[in-house]
């Protein structure tokens, strides 16, 4: 069973639509992440999410909002999409946020592409 | 702001040597450190995790240390193989804003 799974793998489209990604994680976690990798390969947090709590990094336009139906989903919808968002988008879990020994486990990736 | 410097960027030795990669960051203040290895293609595998209060932790042939004082991470790998090719991240923070990563080190391993 895949821990932390995200669809879909690849997402080509046209400048100015709407898309989401989904995110699901098997592992009982309380938190959920989305990072982005841009094309240098720099990873970087974009929210972190748990039951009670999102943590916006200011960088993220707000074209960006996650949505969680519940604890074991995160999906990533974004608005009016832009040449820039292109990337490789990455879903992560862990057991909670604030200890110290939390491994984090990462999905496999959604790469985007905006033409 | 947290930074993280990894070096070298990448780097290929041939099979069987022992290898070292660096890492540093700028802000003490963290839970932890990981250290990812991330295939083509693929997500990310975490390897190793140093908690704050902790200077290292092995996992078969790796080994990685920290010393917070200084901002600094060693990867040591062992006796290399081949399939220990990969891009390795190292990461620092943790808690509800996430991991810092560095732009990692391309590694080839020369069979």
């Not at chain 1, 989305?34 to 720099?42: A, E, G, L, V």
């Not at chain 2, 997500?43 to 042939?61: V, Y």
Request: hydrophobic share 35%.
């Amino acid at each position: 069973d895949t821990a932390v799974s995200q669809t879909p793998k690849y997402l080509v489209t046209q400048m100015g639509n709407d898309k989401s990604i989904k995110c699901e994680q098997n592992l009982g976690h309380d938190t959920m992440y989305w990072y982005k990798q841009d094309s240098k390969k720099f990873l970087k947090i974009m929210f972190s999410y748990n039951n009670k709590e999102l943590i916006i990094n200011e960088t993220v336009p707000n074209r960006f909002s996650p949505k969680s139906p519940d604890k074991a989903h995160l999906n990533l919808h974004i608005n009016s999409l832009e040449l820039g968002d292109s990337a490789v988008y990455f879903c992560a879990s862990s057991h909670t946020a604030t200890a110290t020994n939390e491994k984090l486990f990462f999905g496999s990736g959604t790469q985007l592409s905006v033409l | 702001k947290q930074e993280v410097t990894q070096i070298p960027a990448a780097l290929s030795v041939p099979e069987g040597e022992n290898l070292v990669l660096n890492c540093s960051f700028t802000d003490s203040a963290i839970y932890n450190l990981q250290w990812f290895r991330q295939d083509p293609g693929k997500g990310l595998t975490s390897l190793l995790l140093i908690q704050s209060s902790q200077r290292e932790q092995t996992s078969g042939r790796l080994n990685a240390s920290l010393d917070k004082s200084s901002g600094r991470s060693t990867l040591y790998i062992a006796a290399s193989q081949p399939g220990d090719s990969a891009t390795y991240l190292c990461a620092v923070g943790g808690g509800a804003d996430g991991l810092t990563f560095g732009k990692g080190t391309h590694l080839i391993i020369q069979p």
